[in-house]
C-alpha cells in the first residue's frame, strides 16, 4: 500500500473528500517553493502534486507554463525535484506527493536510475500526461514494479470503447479532466462532471478527483460533492505568481480545502 492509497482509505473511513493541491517545483525560486510545499499539509492538503518544470508543458495553460519557465529560469531540475520532495520528507512522512510533468526529462535521466530515485526521495505517485497507454512498458508497468503508483488522466473525450484501456494499468487514482482544453482555461461545472464521474466510476474500484476548472472554495466543494474529490492548480499557481507572501497563499489553499473538505 503506497501512501496515496493509505491516503484514501483514511479520508473514507472518516467520510471525507479528497483535496489535491498543485504547485510548480522550484516557482518562483527553490527556497520559496519549498517553504510552500510544506506548508501545504497544515492548510489542509491532502495529496500534494509537484509539477516537474518543462520547455514544452502541452497540456498546461498560461498560468502553469509561466510557472515552469520561472522555475527553470531561477535553476530548476529534475535532480533539484526530488531534492526538494526528499527535504519535505524530513518533516513529513505521510502525505502523499504525485509528481506530475513530461517524460521527457525523465526519459533523459534514464527510467530505472529515475525510478530508484524518486522512490528513495519520497515520491509515491507518477502523473505523466505524455505517455499514452500504448507506451505503458515505457514507464507505467516499471513505475508500478517500483513500488509508484501511476495516475492517468480521463477526459471529456475518452469514450467507453477507449475508457477501458486508459484504466488498464492505473493506479492510486483516477484524474478525471473536468474540460476539453488545457489547465486554467475554463470552469468546471458539477452538472457536467457528475454524469461523467459515474461512468467511469462503474468500469473502476479507484477513487476519481477531478482537475481542471477549479479555482473558488465554492467551486471546490461543488465538483468534490460529485466525485472522490478534486484537484486546484492554476488558481493557486496564480497567487503565487502575484508575489503574494507564501502565508496568503497558504490562507487561500486552505480557504480552497475547506471548500472541498465540506463536500
Known sequence: MTRIDAKFAALKADGKKAFVAYVMAGDPDY???????????????????????????MADGETIQLAGQRALEAGQTLQKTLDMAAEFRKTDDTT???????????????VDRFLVDAKAAGIDGLIVV??????????????QKAGLNFIRLATPTTDDKRLPKVLQ???????????????????ANAADVAPEVTRIKAQTDL???????????????????????CVVGSAIVAELAKGRPVADVLAFVRSLADGAHRA
Open 31 to 57: 527556497a520559496t517553493s519549498l517553504e510552500l510545499i510544506k506548508g501545504l499539509p497544515g492548510a489542509g492538503v491532502d495529496i500534494i502534486e509537484m509539477g516537474l518544470p518543462f520547455t514544452d508543458p
Open 130 to 143: 505524455d505517455l499514452p497507454p500504448e507506451e505503458d512498458d515505457e514507464l507505467c508497468i516499471p513505475a
Open 169 to 187: 494499468n492505473t493506479s492510486g487514482f483516477v484524474y478525471y479532466v473536468s474540460i476539453t482544453g488545457i489547465t486554467g482555461s475554463a470552469e
Open 96 to 110: 502523499p506527493i504525485v509528481m506530475m510533468g513530461y517524460y521527457n526529462p525523465i526519459f533523459n535521466r534514464g
Open 207 to 229: 477513487p476519481l478527483i477531478v482537475g481542471f476548472g477549479i479555482k473558488t472554495p465554492e467551486a471546490a466543494q461543488s465538483i468534490a460533492s460529485v466525485a472522490d474529490g
